[in-house]
Each structure stands twice: as structure tokens, then as C-alpha cells.
């Protein structure tokens, strides 16, 4: 995992998908890993194995691909949006910015964080999203 990646910033679109699957996951917490490319997130990737309950959402690392994540993602079941201990040991091991997506998942009910739990600016970008990876 690479983890001197400058993100500049999320595609709007990406944002949406994260804030859509934490709310058809709801009650139970949504986790993955960002990608981006060329400093802009755009992926969200779901590893094998994750359990999710309403308590939380465990992401075997184990079973990442050979990929470049620059972050993790996910979501909280109430509207508390602030990193607890746990995901702090995550955001040490999975790159430099955090996205938690609070209840009820809607635009302003999200923030990102660095990998140490402080909060960081995350600009929404409207950029056009190419599925090249699609086969």
C-alpha cells in the first residue's frame, strides 16, 4: 500500500456510492478501502471475508489485492462521526485519508480524516469516472 499519495480530492460520484451502500447496509457498518487515481478517489474496493454488524465492520487486510489503497471508508449507524480507538488502528495500516459516513447518510453527514484521526478537507469533485477496469 502506498501511502505518499497527494489526494486532491473524491469524485462526487464515489461519494455517492459510499453514502448510497451505508445507507442499504444500515443498521450494520459498510467498510472498504479508497483507490484513486491520479490523486482523485475513485474506487471504492470490498475485500473477501469483511464482517459487518451493527457494532462494526472488520476488514481482513489479509485479503487485499496488490493495490495501491489510499485510504479506508466507512460507516457509523448513528450520527457520531468522530474516529473511535479501533478505527484509528485501521487508518494506521490502510493509508492517509479516512472517510466515516454517518447516519442517515446523507451529503453533510460524512468526514474525512488523516491517519492519525484528525479531521482533514476533502473536496467533492465533479470529474467524469471511466470504467477501463471493466472487462
Not at 459510499?18 to 470490498?46: H, M, Q, W
Not at 451529503?107 to 465533479?126: A, F, H, M, R, T
Request: charged fraction near 25%; charge should be negative.
Amino acid at each position: 500500500m502506498k501511502k505518499n499519495i497527494e489526494v486532491k480530492g473524491i469524485a462526487r460520484e464515489t461519494l455517492g456510492f459510499i453514502l448510497e451502500v451505508s445507507r442499504s447496509t444500515y443498521p450494520n457498518e459498510f467498510a472498504g478501502l479508497l483507490e484513486a487515481k491520479d490523486g482523485i478517489i475513485t474506487d471504492v474496493l470490498i475485500l473477501p471475508g469483511t464482517e459487518s454488524s451493527e457494532i462494526n465492520a472488520v476488514l481482513k487486510l489479509f485479503m487485499m489485492p496488490n493495490i495501491s489503497a489510499v485510504g479506508s471508508v466507512h460507516s457509523h449507524p448513528s450520527s457520531a462521526i468522530r474516529p473511535s480507538k479501533a478505527d484509528l488502528r485501521l487508518f494506521s495500516k490502510t493509508g492517509t485519508r479516512h472517510i466515516i459516513a454517518g447516519h442517515p447518510y446523507g451529503s453533510n453527514n460524512w468526514k474525512c480524516y488523516d491517519g492519525s484521526g484528525n479531521p482533514v478537507e476533502l473536496p467533492v469533485l465533479d470529474v467524469e469516472i471511466e470504467d477501463d477496469d471493466i472487462l
